[in-house]
């Protein structure tokens, strides 16, 4: 061989090569515990329920990191109610610091689990709150750096099937004459969340009942890493002060049972299944009209484990590839506060001060008028505009787009239909933690989904505008392909 043609013969092959390098998926995944310190407030100031006193099960931010050649991205699930966006950002920021991973190629969710704190700075007095942002922070940023250090070679794979049981709509209209009260003392309302009794008529929306598993796994076939999606809002049946992650976590502890072979022995990296929230905003995981098991715990042992049977035996079908390329896009959009009038502000403030001369009456719960006169002299403060961030992810012919709202099942379901990806999920309360979206349609309807406080705070037309951006950035990607 001469010199000359040994070259050419050598560059060829290293052009080949670097073409299967950028052509081949690598993955990485890994889970950070975030459970917090004991006697931090748990969830919200509408549904009070800390502070905690005991820990039943671990919290914590499971990431998964997807990569092929050109494009990186992760993926993060973490185990609290909501997370508000200035968190998250900060924990993009020290990610992007650490690994170089711009923050826009990062999504960051919550599950919702209502026995995990509520991370919004300045919504709890207690300063354990307070230490637990900069905690939250800095160990998200630590999975997502573990999760690229585990990066190695990997294929892809998804499937669906459908789970209606442990989806119904909780918001119903109620019969004309049945009487409607809302805690600003006006009557209207067609709709009650979570009604019981008489005067039912019918859910005021549909559900999905999709569960939708994308899996990764090493090249030989052994489980990296399992992301599902499932839109019902969380289960519950908490004993009180209990710190829990909620059938998300039981979830995610069963595949890691049924799938990983996380031998502590092993060098390997962990096995990690993780389960985001779909979109769930009126979803809940037990049906209205039939009574539920009442033993704490009990029910979301079932959710979790029926979810987890089904997960795996559908887990074989899954037919994997290596050659899934990538794409992310990120649209920050600017959207109105819907502000109290003077008329409402000052309601809210005789309510407010009659609460302060007489401090033995009931406070909390989600009807009760104080706690409304307090949310809305709350949002009397808040900025006119609030900006959103929203995502949408591509691999191979998959999309996932991601809400940083309480979202609605029509939503959710308008995507999947209206998407040009065959397949399509969403990831809500992710990138921040912006409230109910209702759809136009469901504000007139009214209930507690619609009644104005920080849990409820976006423009009434937020869900559409939301809604048309996902499908121009899904458009977009398609587009691109
Ligand atoms: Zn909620």
Same mark, same amino acid.
């Given at each position: ?6 070259l050419?013969?050598?560059?060829c ?14 993955? #990485?995944?890994?889970?950070? &515990? ?7 407030a ?25 990569d ?25 920021q ?24 509520r ?30 250090? &585990? ?22 209209f109620?019969?004309?004459?049945s009487?409607l ?23 005021? #929306? ?25 839109g ?26 049924l ?29 209205? #009209?039939?009574? &539920? ?64 001369? &007489? ?51 029509e ?37 507690y989904e ?32």
């Open positions: 061989m001469n010199l000359l043609f040994r050419i013969f050598l560059v092959a290293l052009s080949v090569s670097i073409g299967q390098i950028h052509a081949s998926l690598r993955a #990485g995944a890994a889970s950070s &515990n975030i459970t917090p310190h004991l006697g931090i748990l969830d919200g100031t509408i549904s009070i329920n800390g502070p905690a006193v005991e820990v039943h099960d671990e919290l914590h931010a499971r990431c998964l990191v997807l092929d050649g050109e494009q990186r991205l992760a993926i993060v699930v973490c185990d609290n109610t909501m997370i508000d966006r200035s968190i998250l950002d900060r924990a993009k020290l990610v992007e610091e650490r690994c170089g991973l711009p923050a826009n190629r990062i999504l960051i969710s919550a599950t919702h689990s209502h026995a995990a704190p991370v919004v700075p300045g919504l709890h007095s207690n300063p354990l709150n307070h230490d637990y942002e900069t905690f939250l922070v800095r160990r998200i940023a630590d999975g997502v750096q573990q999760a690229i250090a &585990n990066l190695s070679p990997a294929q892809i794979g998804w499937a669906q099937f459908d789970k209606p049981e442990f989806v119904h709509n909780r918001r119903w109620i019969e004309e004459g009487k009260g809302n805690p600003f003392g006006k009557s209207g309302d067609q709709v009650k969340m979570n009604a019981r009794g008489e005067g039912l008529v019918k859910p005021a #929306g549909p559900v999905d009942p999709e569960v939708f598993i994308l899996s990764v796994q090493h090249p030989d076939g052994r489980p990296m890493a399992l992301l599902a999606n499932y019902t809002h969380y289960v519950g049946g908490y004993e009180r002060g209990h710190i829990s992650a909620d059938y998300f976590g039981l979830f995610s502890k069963r595949m890691e049972t799938l990983g072979e996380n031998d502590p022995r092993s060098d390997r990296p962990p096995f990690v299944a993780m389960m985001s929230n779909g979109t769930s905003g009126d979803v809940r995981s037990s049906d209205l #009209g039939k009574s &539920n098991p009442v033993a704490p715990w009990e029910l979301m042992n079932i959710v979790a484990e029926s979810i987890a049977k089904d997960v795996f035996s559908t887990y074989p079908d899954i037919k994997h590839r290596e050659d899934a390329s990538l794409d992310m896009t990120e649209a920050k959009h600017s959207l109105g506060v819907r502000k109290p009038s003077a008329k409402q502000i000052a309601w809210a403030e005789r309510v407010w001060d009659n609460y302060q001369n &007489n401090p033995d009456q009931k406070f909390g719960g989600s009807t009760n008028p104080i706690v409304y006169a307090r949310e809305t002299l709350a949002l009397a403060d808040y900025p006119d505009k609030r900006e959103i961030i929203l995502q949408a992810i591509r691999i191979g012919d998959l999309s996932i787009v991601s809400s940083p709202c309480e979202t609605f099942a939503t959710g379901l308008a995507i999947k239909r209206r998407s040009p990806f065959k397949d399509t999920f969403t990831i809500e309360l992710a990138n921040g933690a912006d409230g109910y979206l209702p759809t136009i349609e469901q504000h007139g309807y009214g209930g619609t009644w104005p406080a920080r849990s409820s705070l976006l423009e009434v037309t937020a869900e559409r505008k939301i809604r048309s951006t996902l499908l121009d950035m899904l458009n977009q990607l398609k587009a691109e392909q």
